[in-house]
């Protein structure tokens, strides 16, 4: 409702004092996602220590041996997820076990598109095209702060407050406008 139909100022002050109690939450909360978000940092670290990024070029054997290997994981874990899923009760291993899997899914299905990413970046075929969006990667954190203000004015109460009214086509094509911009 507050984003909706809020002014900034109530925005903020709801972020100040709950988003920022729900952030802490789905971090360290019972079922929360700090030892993956911890993990995925010290991924990062190494990864960045073995310049992977620098060269994985020279390793495109490994990179398609990646790609394939994440794709399966993710294909396979997903069924699984959603069984297990299908009944939702904190107090059940098989909602614990699942929970898993889905955190097993979700990197794995992050992983295929990183690593997708990077072996399609290898075809000699789409670089002129990737090419096209190095700069855009150049400026991500003022893309991020733009999109960012761009959307929640869109979005929120303090803007256009068209939160709720337009279809998934519709906030898909204006995501798109604003990244275009």
Known sequence: QVAKY?????VIQLNIEKGWLLKMAFQFDLFGR???????????LWLGRIRFFE??????????????????????????RMELLKT??????????????????????SATLVFGFLWLSLQHQVQ???????????????NYFTQTLLGTCVFFG???????????ATAFGIGQGITLL
């Open 6 to 10: 809020g002014n900034l100022w109530e």
């Open 34 to 44: 700090g030892y993956l978000t911890f993990a995925l940092f010290l991924l990062g």
């Open 55 to 80: 060269h994985y070029g020279q390793r495109k054997k490994h990179l398609t041996q990646l790609l394939l290997g994440s794709a399966l994981l993710a294909l396979l874990s997903e069924p699984l």
């Open 88 to 109: 939702y009760d904190l107090r059940s291993w098989r909602t614990a076990i699942g929970l898993t899997v889905q955190d097993i899914h979700n990197l794995a299905l």
């Open 128 to 142: 002129k095209g990737l090419a096209l969006l190095a700069p855009y990667g150049r400026t991500a954190l003022t």
């Open 158 to 168: 303090w803007g256009f407050g068209a939160l709720g009214d337009i279809g998934a």
